[in-house]
């Protein structure tokens, strides 16, 4: 299953960057694919460089453009099925950001010990 979401994940990762041309689909990065077992519908974590208008966006054209994506995951790999696409925003690398900067804030701050 892991060798199937990697290569799900290279295939779409290409497709998104270079052929997929909707104007809402900003910069999307694609930063894994989870498959169900009888490789029938299969996740895709996307993070999206921007502010939530523009995610929002973005999620939207990609779920317009599922039939294209899927196409491109049957003509290049070869699946018993082609996975149903589901578009799921990754937040992981945001959430990663916001403790960074609650470190660093709770850093900076004076020190009152008693």
Do not use: N, W
């Not at 052929?19 to 077992?37: A, N, Q």
């Amino acid at each position: 299953m892991r060798r199937v979401d990697v290569a799900l994940r290279g295939v779409l990762s290409d497709a998104i960057a270079s052929d997929l041309k909707d104007p809402r689909v900003g910069f999307v990065t694609v930063t894994g694919v989870k498959t169900s077992p009888d490789l029938r519908h299969a996740r895709v974590y996307v993070s999206v460089h921007g502010d939530e208008r523009v995610r929002a966006a973005s999620l939207e054209g990609l779920r317009s453009a599922h039939g294209f994506l899927q196409r491109r995951l049957a003509d290049e790999l070869t699946l018993k099925h082609t996975p149903t696409l589901t578009f799921v925003l990754d937040e992981t690398i945001d959430r990663a950001m916001r403790i960074t900067e609650l470190l660093d804030d709770s850093l900076r701050e004076p020190r009152t010990d008693g």
